[in-house]
């Protein structure tokens, strides 16, 4: 089969000197196919939603973090050798510090634009982070991970993994007191690991604490190693983004197999191109007017110190909340002492990560389902997923409030221990209870959407009966909205084949498909979604209400 390459839209007439441009465009067609290759996919349509953005904030902000990061590389010192310091910075002339953090003092005070560039670089890794999270949870709440997105739900989560881990070595650089705390903090839980923990500690610092190469090492990890990784799963992600093509919500003449939305030349590149600057603008102003990380207010890092209010930044809050709130246990089994009290925090910290980011897998096991999806769900249209969700978060939260007890406990006046123990308790409970309510809010959802589908919209138009009862009139809905609010599917929940089979034989059944038909009926059953209304019962209301001539019933609108 035979291709041929579109001429340009605008080819020269005869006896006319084509421009540079499109002489250049034109041999590059011939030899890579360029036209051919940018028409389909620059009219490429994406959908339009403003929750579409949260992922784009997070892409121009790490884009802001890869353009201050090599600025900031010029002129920052990776070296723990100790000089004295004589700079800009009156208080610290004259103190012992590392190569480091002098160097950090000298972007801060000596170099031009350097202190807006160190916290724009910082701001916008705050932010990059929290886009990533809140961006991966819309995908999570919307169901927009199910097939065939699966293995971008998981790119997803290990750059948010590796972005947190590469902000934690980033604020970590300068050398400073609280910096020093958060590596002294990082060694403690290192230590924790039975047998391997000090052989381990000795391979990162190279000998005792502190040592003298570990900001050497963890730079190069924090400028090469980990962003090339993540600047891999970037282009990955975008791939796949591209190639299956976006999700979209419920609408009227939306399916599996089309999209609604402008093209990606020059509507959706324009938009984006306006959004960019927003938000760059947005972080330049947070870098002007909130000050982040005054290393020079906690001065050099010494072993025999420790700050006051230490503090990481808020997504590795969660794991220094496991720390605090833990009981201090200690065991000794075969002659080897483990501290259980660090130890178990530290297996659970990434526990609570991948209970998230298994959860695809767990529900398309759980339901059975192989068939693609294209179309978002409404959040209250899965009442069970969107409140494992929510527990999630009020999980996340609890432990923050748990890293941070000591500020809680000084800003409201609150007793230090009283905190620790509401969070120990809030562990456990917080998520049973937010579950709880979170499911019954999306059923109550539920109710009022298929009270909407059946008797129609409140119009606030009162009026009385003959036998003198006032009541409201109600509107019956559009066709467009009756579609958004039906068109979604409601899975049956799985049932157990019958006790024998065809032949007469008792038919073994194994605990993990009785676990899934449990787990089933427990999301899809009576307790776990409300039944959408059928065509007869929209046809009998409709005509009791009079205005069956007005509408057609009401479809399935399965795809």
Not at 37 to 57: Q, T, Y
Not at 319 to 332: A, K
Not at 382 to 407: M, S
Not at 497 to 521: M, Q
Request: charged share 15%; proline share 6%; hydrophobic share 45%.
């Amino acid at each position: 089969m035979t291709s041929t390459h579109q001429t340009p839209a605008a080819e020269p007439g005869p006896g006319t000197r084509a421009s540079k441009g499109e002489r250049l465009a034109t041999w590059a067609d011939g030899r890579v196919g360029l036209f051919s290759l940018a028409k389909p996919n620059l009219r490429k349509i994406f959908p339009d939603h403003w929750s579409f953005m949260l992922g784009e904030v997070a892409l121009y902000s790490f884009l802001i973090i890869i353009l201050t990061g090599v600025y900031l590389t010029l002129f920052f010192k990776p070296s723990m050798n100790e000089v004295v310091y004589h700079g800009a910075y009156t208080p610290l002339n004259g103190i012992l510090m590392s190569d480091a953090y002098k160097s950090t003092l000298d972007i801060s005070f000596d170099v031009r634009g350097g202190l807006l560039l160190r916290q724009l670089h910082h701001w916008a890794a705050l932010v990059f982070i929290m886009a990533m999270l809140v961006h991966m949870m819309r995908v999570f709440f919307t169901g927009a991970f199910r097939k065939p997105r699966e293995l971008n739900w998981l790119v997803g989560a290990g750059l948010l993994i590796l972005g947190m881990f590469d902000g934690f070595m980033g604020y970590s650089l300068p050398d400073d007191l609280l910096s020093g705390t958060g590596i002294r903090f990082m060694e403690g839980a290192i230590l924790s690991v039975p047998i391997v923990g000090t052989y381990l500690v000795f391979f990162i610092f190279g000998g005792q604490f502190p040592g003298t190469i570990w900001v050497a090492r963890m730079f190069t990890v924090h400028v090469l190693l980990i962003p090339g990784i993540m600047l891999g799963l970037l282009v990955a992600h975008l791939i796949l983004v591209f190639y299956h093509k976006h999700t979209q919500g419920y609408g009227p003449g939306r399916n599996n197999k089309n999209v609604v939305g402008m093209p990606l030349m020059p509507v959706y590149m324009a938009k984006a191109g306006g959004f960019f600057f927003l938000v760059t603008g947005v972080l330049a102003v947070f870098a002007a007017i909130a000050q982040v990380n005054p290393i020079w207010s906690y001065g050099p890092y010494r072993p025999d110190q420790v700050t006051t209010d230490a503090q990481p930044d808020w997504y590795m809050g969660f794991s220094e909340g496991l720390i605090r709130i833990m009981p201090g246990w200690e065991i000794n089994f075969l002659g080897h002492t483990l501290v259980l009290g660090i130890f178990i925090p530290l297996l659970i910290f990434p526990l609570i990560l991948l209970v998230l980011w298994c959860y695809p897998f767990f529900e398309a096991w759980l339901t059975g389902d192989r068939g693609e999806h294209h179309i978002t769900e409404r959040p209250r249209n899965n009442p069970t997923r969107t409140a494992f969700g929510a527990a999630w978060i009020a999980e996340y939260v609890i432990l923050l409030v748990g890293g941070g007890n000591d500020l809680f406990a000084t800003h409201f006046h609150l007793s230090l221990n009283a905190i620790s123990w509401v969070v120990r308790i809030g562990f456990f409970v917080l998520p049973v209870l937010v579950f709880v309510i979170t499911k019954r809010w999306c059923l109550g959802l539920q109710r009022r959407d298929r009270d909407k589908i059946l008797h129609g919209r409140e119009s606030g138009i009162i009026t009385r009966k003959p036998h003198g009862e006032y009541v409201e009139i109600h509107e019956p809905l559009t066709q467009a909205r009756l579609y958004t609010l039906t068109a979604h599917e409601q899975p049956e929940p799985r049932e157990l084949p019958p006790a024998v089979d065809e032949n007469g034989v008792p038919r073994k059944v194994g605990w993990t498909e009785r676990t899934r038909a449990r787990l089933s009926r427990a999301y899809f059953g009576e307790g776990g979604q409300i039944q959408k209304p059928t065509p007869e019962e929209y046809r009998e209301i409709a005509a009791a209400h009079g205005h069956a001539e007005h509408h057609e019933p009401v479809t399935e609108g399965r795809h």
